[in-house]
């Protein structure tokens, strides 16, 4: 199945969207994207396990997880969508499960450690609250508001991830915040859901196919990006109605 970690991710700001997935062999999670049959194609030659991924801009990419031999991969970045990858910083000493890129910071959830971290030149750190996390969103529009998914609901804080309030419902898998008034959601049944507010209020917009979420990413305000158990899911009218961009073999138990 699709790693439970790794966001699919898109160009950001560009009409057609190329997600970025990862193969079902275990133990590698391999990046992959559609080839023009939509048929799963191998980006670059790494065999690596991947976990954390966020799009910085046109072919830059941050990354986290497992190197093949074993241990953690710190944070890690590509300039050429994915094909090669150089190491930045924490290598051996953390695995950033959740990664986010907004407002020249790269935003992250260290999974060793249980804290969020921050830094803007991908060497030097800032050290964030302690908490039991799964993803994080940060707001477009104010690079202090941070979002945490936890068992609890949606822990929110306000001054860049240094605190969090307590978690509070709905429950979400996973959240992705592109554009101003459109924050998406999707909880662990695959509930799509929309805030307006900044995660005040919800409301549940559809049901991506395919079982239990994997990934989401919102390109924009209008075109979503879902992985599940069956694939990967496209949405461009807000997430009312999904087509399968990437089909992906489920494999129960990795």
Same mark, same amino acid.
């Given at each position: 199945? *699709?790693?439970?970690?790794?966001?699919?991710? $898109?160009?950001?700001?560009?009409?057609? /969207?190329?997600?970025?997935?990862?193969?079902?062999?275990?133990?590698?999670?391999?990046?992959?994207?559609?080839? %023009?049959?939509?048929?799963?194609?191998?980006?670059?030659?790494?065999?690596?396990?991947?976990?954390?991924?966020? &799009? /910085?801009?046109?072919?830059?990419?941050? /990354?986290?997880?497992?190197?093949?031999?074993?241990?953690?991969?710190?944070?890690?970045?590509?300039?050429?969508?994915?094909?090669?990858?150089?190491? =930045? $910083?924490?290598?051996?000493?953390?695995?950033?499960?959740? =990664?986010?890129?907004?407002?020249?910071?790269?935003?992250?959830?260290?999974?060793?450690?249980?804290?969020? !971290?921050?830094?803007?030149?991908?060497? $030097?750190?800032?050290?964030?609250?302690? *908490?039991? @996390?799964?993803?994080?969103? &940060? +707001?477009?529009?104010?690079?202090?508001?941070?979002?945490?998914?936890?068992?609890?609901?949606? %822990?929110?804080?306000?001054?860049?991830? !240094?605190?969090? @309030?307590? #978690?509070?419902?709905?429950?979400?898998?996973?959240? $992705?915040? /592109?554009?101003?008034?459109?924050?998406?959601?999707?909880?662990?049944?695959?509930?799509?859901?929309?805030? +307006?507010?900044?995660?005040?209020?919800?409301?549940? &917009?559809?049901?991506?196919?395919?079982?239990?979420?994997? %990934?989401?990413?919102?390109?924009?305000?209008?075109?979503?990006?879902?992985?599940?158990?069956?694939?990967?899911?496209?949405?461009?009218?807000?997430?009312?109605?999904?087509?399968?961009? *990437?089909?992906?073999?489920?494999?129960? #138990?990795?």
């Amino acid at each position: 199945m *699709l790693s439970s970690r790794t966001p699919v991710r $898109s160009h950001p700001g560009r009409g057609e /969207a190329e997600p970025l997935t990862v193969d079902s062999a275990c133990p590698s999670r391999r990046p992959f994207t559609p080839d %023009a049959q939509g048929r799963p194609e191998l980006v670059g030659d790494s065999k690596d396990d991947f976990m954390g991924f966020t &799009v /910085a801009g046109d072919k830059t990419f941050y /990354a986290s997880g497992h190197p093949i031999s074993g241990g953690n991969k710190g944070l890690i970045k590509s300039t050429d969508a994915g094909r090669t990858w150089k190491s =930045l $910083s924490l290598s051996g000493e953390s695995d950033f499960h959740a =990664l986010d890129f907004a407002h020249g910071t790269v935003y992250g959830y260290d999974s060793t450690h249980g804290q969020v !971290r921050t830094t803007k030149d991908g060497v $030097s750190w800032k050290d964030g609250a302690r *908490l039991e @996390a799964l993803d994080i969103a &940060v +707001s477009p529009q104010d690079p202090g508001l941070v979002l945490a998914t936890t068992a609890d609901g949606i %822990a929110r804080s306000t001054d860049g991830g !240094r605190t969090f @309030a307590k #978690g509070e419902e709905p429950v979400m898998a996973f959240l $992705s915040w /592109a554009a101003k008034g459109a924050l998406y959601g999707i909880d662990t049944s695959g509930g799509l859901h929309r805030s +307006s507010d900044g995660g005040s209020t919800w409301k549940e &917009v559809s049901t991506v196919p395919g079982g239990q979420p994997q %990934a989401l990413t919102a390109v924009d305000a209008e075109h979503v990006l879902a992985a599940t158990q069956t694939g990967v899911y496209e949405s461009k009218d807000g997430g009312n109605a999904f087509t399968r961009r *990437l089909a992906v073999e489920s494999n129960e #138990g990795h």
